[in-house]
């Protein structure tokens, strides 16, 4: 007897963050920036507070960049264009309060909850 079970078919909820009119699709994150967020928390406490929270607007700015599997050529040019999200770019169009909250909101997957304001009742 064959067993196959198709893991492609293992597609996370869709999550959209919208921060100063531009729409993130922050539903994916990869491997790769999981172990780095978990690396970091673990680290946290031995940096200042001010590295700690440039480290995690980082890794959230990360984890905001557009996923593009498209390998057309249209698709990269296109993709030239387009404003990138960086760690700046979020310190920059968001307030201290609106940045928690959105790294909270990015993040929640990893830790099994969502914040609180976005719980279903």
Known sequence: MDVIKDFDKLIPD?????????ELDVSLISTRLALKQIKFRDNAL???EGEAFNKAVEIVA???????????FLSKFLNLFKKKITAEWLISNANYAQLLDF?????????KEEPEK???K
């Open 14 to 22: 869709k999550r959209i963050a919208i921060l100063a009119g531009k």
């Open 46 to 48: 031995n940096m200042s």
């Open 62 to 72: 990360e984890i905001c960049k557009p996923k593009n599997n498209s390998t057309g």
């Open 103 to 111: 790294i909270d909101f990015v993040l929640a997957p990893l830790y």
């Open 118 to 120: 976005e719980k279903k």
